[in-house]
C-alpha cells in the first residue's frame, strides 16, 4: 500500500509558544515529517514567537535540536534538516504587551493561508487575538489554534469562546484535541460507516456496553501546579474521553464534513444523562516503595484531586437508551492504554448446550499503543473431542497491516496541523460541543465540591481503587485488563 501524500499550498504558520515544550515535542518534529514527506511546498514559512531572546540561528539551532531528541529521524531524513530550518525563523514577542509585533506582521505573506498555533497558557489566548487583529494579522485566510485546556468550567469557557469570537469567525477557530487527529479514531468512523457490517448492530439491542479506557503510567510529571486545580475530570473527561464518547454513540452524519460531523457529537453530549453520584469514582494514586504518592508529586499533602475517574455514564436517545458506557481514565496505572471496547450482547440461545467457552464478542479498538482494532470470535477449538468453543480475536494491527508504509502514517498533531492548513475543521471541537461538554461535567465537579468528597486511595502500578472495579461488578460485568 502506497501512502498518498497531497502537497497542501504554501502557508505561514506561526507557532506562539515556539520554544515551548509542546512546540518541541510534537509540533515542530511533525512539522518536520510532513516536510519530508512532500507536502510542504517551499514557499512555505514557520516562524516561532515566543519570550525568549534568541534570533533566526538561534532558534533553528533549537528546532534542530528537538527534531533529532523528538522526530524519530532517520538518516535519510537527517538530510533534509538544513532545507527545513531554512524555512524557519523566529520573532521575540510579548504576548500581552506591544514588544514584537509589528516585526512579526512584517514576516506575513500577502494573500496566503495564516495559521497561528497558540502553543501557551490559555490565560494568553484572548491578548494573542486582539493583537493578530490590531496589528493586521488577522485576516480573512487567518486560522488560530488553540490547545486544551479549553476553559476551567463552562462561564470560562462561554468567555473565551466570546473574547476569541470578537476577533475571530469560529471557521477561523481550530480547537484542538489531539486524540482525534489518531489514525484509529479516524478509522472508527471507517468502520463505522464505511462498513455495512457494524451498523446494523451499532445499538442497545445488541450493544451489551461500551468501554472507554485512557489509562497512563506517568504521574503528573512537572505539571503538578496545573493538574492539582484541574484533576481528571477536567484534564481528561470534559474532552478526550467525551471525543471518543461521542464518535462511538454519533448517528451517521450525512457527510463527512466538518458541521455534519459536529452536529451529530453535539446531540450525543445533549443526550448525556446527568451522572448519579453512586456512578462514579474518583480515586488518588498513592505512594508504592520508592514511588512517591499524588500527593508528594503535586507538593499538596492535603491535595484531594482525583488522578484517576471511573464512571458510569448513559446515553439518553433510541440508539443506546439501556446501554451504559463505562468511562475510565488515571494516572500512574499499570499499564499504558487507550482503547474503546465495544461489547456485544451474548448469543441469545446456546445450540451447543452449555456455555462454557462461549463468549461475548468484542469489538476493541486500540488507540496506544499498537493502533489497530481486534475482533474477538467464538470458535471451535480445534481437534476431536466434541464442540468445545474457544475465543479467538479478529487482529487487524495497523503496523502489520499496512506493512512499512505504517510508519508513514502521520502522527496526530501532524495531521491536524495539515488540516489547519487545508482548512478541515472535522477533527476539531466547536465552540458550542466544547460548552456542551462543560455543561455537563460542571455539575459533577461542583457536587464533589459540596460534598466534600475525597478521592479513593490506589496504589501505583494498579488498575484503579477497588471501587472501580465493584461499579463494573455490581451490573455483573468486568472492566477490561489493562496490560503491564
Ligand atoms: P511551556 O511552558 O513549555 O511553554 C510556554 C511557551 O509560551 C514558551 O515558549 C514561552 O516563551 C511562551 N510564553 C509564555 N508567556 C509568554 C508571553 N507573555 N508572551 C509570549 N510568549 C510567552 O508550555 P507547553 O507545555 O509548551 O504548553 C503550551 C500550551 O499547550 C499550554 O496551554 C498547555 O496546556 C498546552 N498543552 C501542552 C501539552 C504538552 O504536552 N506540553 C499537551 C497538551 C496541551
Redo the contacts with the bound molecule.
Keep these: 500500500m502506497v501512502s498518498r501524500v497531497i502537497p497542501v499550498d504554501p502557508f505561514d504558520l506561526v507557532i ?8 518541541r ?2 509540533i515542530l518534529p511533525g512539522l518536520f515529517r510532513r516536510f519530508c514527506a512532500g507536502q510542504m511546498p517551499d514557499e512555505s514559512r514557520i516562524i516561532g ?4 531572546e534568541i534570533d533566526d540561528d538561534g532558534y533553528r539551532a533549537m528546532v534542530r535540536e528537538s527534531i533529532r531528541e523528538f522526530g524519530g529521524v532517520s538518516e535519510e531524513q537527517e538530510a533534509s534538516i538544513d532545507d527545513f530550518l531554512g524555512r524557519i525563523g523566529y520573532e521575540q ?4 504587551g506591544e514588544a514584537g509585533w509589528e516585526a512579526l506582521a512584517a514576516r506575513m505573506t500577502e494573500d496566503r493561508v495564516r495559521a497561528f498555533y497558540f ?4 490565560s ?1 489566548f484572548g491578548a494573542l487575538a486582539e493583537r493578530l487583529h490590531s496589528y493586521g494579522m488577522a485576516s480573512a485566510k487567518a486560522r488560530i489554534v488553540v ?3 479549553f476553559g476551567h468550567d463552562l462561564g470560562s469557557a462561554r468567555a473565551l469562546n466570546a473574547t476569541l469570537a470578537q476577533h475571530f469567525d469560529e471557521e477561523q477557530i481550530y480547537r484542538i484535541d ?1 486524540y482525534l487527529g489518531k489514525e484509529t479514531v479516524q478509522n472508527l468512523m471507517a468502520v463505522r460507516f464505511g462498513n455495512t457490517l457494524f451498523e446494523p448492530l451499532w445499538n442497545a439491542q445488541y450493544v451489551d456496553h461500551i468501554q472507554i479506557t485512557v489509562a497512563e503510567t506517568v504521574g503528573v510529571g512537572g505539571r503538578g501546579g ?1 493538574y492539582d486545580k484541574s484533576g481528571a475530570m477536567r484534564d481528561m473527561v470534559q474532552n478526550h474521553l467525551m471525543q471518543l464518547l461521542c464518535l462511538i454513540a454519533m448517528e451517521p452524519p450525512a457527510r463527512f464534513e466538518p458541521n455534519a460531523v459536529r452536529d451529530e457529537k453535539l446531540k450525543v453530549i445533549r443526550a448525556l444523562d446527568p451522572v448519579d453520584p453512586h456512578h462514579i469514582v474518583r480515586g488518588q494514586y498513592d505512594a508504592v516503595g520508592s514511588e512517591p504518592s499524588y500527593r508528594t508529586d503535586v507538593e499538596a499533602p492535603r491535595s484531594t484531586t482525583e488522578s484517576f475517574v471511573a464512571m458510569r455514564v448513559h446515553v439518553s436517545n433510541w440508539r443506546w437508551a439501556g446501554t451504559p458506557f463505562y468511562l475510565r481514565t488515571g494516572k500512574k496505572l499499570r499499564g499504558r492504554a487507550s482503547e474503546i471496547a465495544v461489547v456485544f450482547k451474548d448469543a441469545p440461545h446456546s445450540i451447543f448446550g452449555v456455555d462454557k467457552g462461549r463468549h461475548a464478542n468484542v469489538l476493541s479498538i486500540r488507540l496506544q499503543p499498537n493502533e489497530g482494532m481486534t475482533l474477538d470470535v467464538t470458535i471451535k477449538e480445534p481437534g476431536p473431542g466434541g464442540m468445545r468453543l474457544v475465543e479467538v480475536p479478529l487482529d487487524m494491527t495497523f503496523a502489520d497491516a499496512l506493512g512499512p508504509d505504517a510508519e508513514a502514517v502521520p502522527d496526530a498533531y501532524e495531521r491536524l496541523i495539515m488540516d489547519v492548513i487545508r482548512g478541515n475543521q472535522t477533527l476539531f471541537m466547536r465552540g458550542d460541543e466544547v460548552e456542551a461538554a462543560w455543561a455537563w461535567t460542571d455539575p459533577i465537579i461542583e457536587g464533589w465540591q459540596s460534598r466534600g468528597d475525597v478521592p479513593k486511595l490506589y496504589d501505583v502500578g494498579s488498575s484503579g481503587p477497588e471501587d472501580a472495579l465493584m461499579l463494573m461488578h455490581r451490573d455483573g460485568r468486568k472492566w477490561r485488563e489493562i496490560r503491564a
Excluded: N
Design positions: 506562539f509558544g515556539g520554544t515551548g515544550d509542546l512546540a515535542r510534537k514567537a515566543a519570550r525568549s514577542v510579548d504576548a500581552t502553543s501557551v497558557g490559555p494568553l490547545e486544551k485546556p489531539h496545573y
